[in-house]
């Protein structure tokens, strides 16, 4: 779990949020050379139910959250740089303009690079403090509004802040996600529930080396993804 790819800026509420763009290559290389090789939500949800295969290595998933531009000018071109895709959760309304939000054009060109759009809902908004009618707005008309404007088929979550409850689970299952992506550290696997996948939150600092470390120290308290030839 990915947020913003630049240093830190003065007034950030988060810092720890901000990874600096040669520290996100590195990790990518790291990655890479490692065995690792990105994939998206749709791709593992195929494998899972239906067998369809995978690229060759081991599969992880990489989601950057919220929607900042620096998703598009500077971790789109190490991604493609490796052949691999990321997963943007987008949210539609409410980044700081300090920290800017991606454009349509931008949205449409993750789409064509092969990245996968999902969603945090229309404006990033608390979702077990809300009611019905506001409880649809950040769901389903979120994901209607992604699938009209960009004719993909936003199929996944991803909790802001990680908060849900039984009642938000119903909400993206009425709304047609097929799951949904919490902040809890640790590997996703296919007997899980898919509206409460863990995720490892990557934060700045953090070295290839240490990343690799937080890795291996997920796997070993979760059951090992598949390996592929």
Do not use: C
């Amino acid at each position: 779990m990915y947020h913003v790819i630049n240093p830190p800026i003065p007034s950030a509420p988060y810092p720890e949020l901000y990874v600096p763009k040669a520290e996100f290559a590195a990790q990518m290389e790291a990655l890479k050379a490692a065995g690792w090789h990105a994939v998206t939500m749709d791709q593992l949800r195929a494998y899972w139910t239906r067998g369809v295969p995978l690229p060759a290595g081991k599969p992880i998933v990489l989601t950057f959250d919220n929607g900042y531009v620096s998703q598009y000018t500077n971790a789109l071109p190490v991604l493609r740089r490796l052949g691999w895709v990321g997963v943007e959760n987008i949210q539609l309304t409410g980044l700081p303009p300090s920290q800017g939000g991606l454009s349509e054009s931008q949205v449409r060109a993750l789409i064509k690079a092969g990245w996968e759009l999902d969603t945090q809902g229309i404006s990033h908004a608390d979702l077990i403090t809300l009611g019905p009618s506001a409880l649809r707005y950040q769901t389903a008309t979120a994901r209607q509004i992604l699938r009209r404007r960009y004719s993909v088929p936003v199929n996944w979550f991803a909790y802001p802040s990680g908060h849900y409850n039984p009642t938000v689970v119903d909400a993206l299952k009425a709304a047609g996600f097929v799951g949904s992506e919490t902040v809890v550290p640790g590997w996703a696997a296919p007997g899980e529930d898919p509206y409460r996948l863990p995720r490892l939150r990557v934060v700045g600092g953090t070295s290839p080396q240490a990343l690799l470390a937080q890795i291996a120290g997920e796997r070993s308290t979760a059951p090992a993804p598949p390996t592929y030839p």
